[in-house]
């Protein structure tokens, strides 16, 4: 489980791809700092994947099929920066939300805009995942918890301060490119729910 609080960023280092699948190799001064094990869990751009090499500053992992299916990681490059955060340890805080690394889907961003000393990202989600975005809402976008600040049809907004945006990848998003987007758990139980009385 994380919290959507990054901790650290990473640079794609090596990226070995065949098909569906692909072996990805992270740089970053976090693993030197954390020093994680084989099997540890890591989310990387918001994605839950598990340590299978560990050198140094760098960690390895492998995506499969699935992975790559629901998410942007098809679309990264040798040198590009991705969101950091190991597994929340059962003594820390948890200063974000329920964060599981199960990524949904991928959304677009369509606006960036500034409001004073922050900064609204506006994203286009398809059709299927309105009912899981609320305004006030938590969502986990590229591993970022955020707090969803307005909505429309098929679109969401988030606002953020200057500090998350230094912190994180989400400064580097321009329009027309997919992020990672993970609805909050708690919403998906309650839609469920919601579904099978109607269908009861």
């Not at 990054?6 to 640079?11: C, N, Q, R, W």
């Not at 299978?52 to 990264?76: A, K, Y």
């Not at 805080?93 to 990202?121: I, K, P, S, Y």
């Amino acid at each position: 489980m994380f919290t959507g609080i990054i901790k650290g960023i990473g640079h794609v280092v090596k990226l070995e791809k065949q098909a569906e699948t692909a072996t990805l190799t992270i740089q970053s001064d976090i693993v030197t700092k954390l020093q994680p094990a084989l099997g540890d869990s890591y989310a990387i751009n918001g994605i839950c994947l598990t340590v299978t090499s560990v050198q140094q500053d760098q960690i390895t992992v492998d995506v499969m099929p699935e992975t790559s299916r629901r998410t942007n990681l098809g679309r990264l490059s040798i040198g590009d920066r991705v969101n950091l955060e190991p597994a929340l340890a059962a003594q820390e805080r948890l200063d974000g939300h329920f964060v599981l690394g199960h990524v949904d889907t991928t959304a677009t961003l369509v606006q960036r805009q500034l409001d004073q000393n922050a900064e609204v990202l506006t994203f286009e989600l398809p059709a299927t995942y309105d009912d899981y975005v609320v305004e006030k809402g938590s969502i986990a976008i590229d591993g970022v918890s955020l707090t969803v600040t307005a909505t429309k049809q098929h679109q969401f907004s988030v606002s953020l301060i200057p500090f998350t945006l230094a912190q994180t990848t989400l400064a580097d998003r321009a329009i027309g490119d997919a992020v990672n987007i993970e609805t909050d758990i708690l919403g998906k139980y309650i839609v469920a729910a919601q579904r099978k009385e109607t269908h009861a």
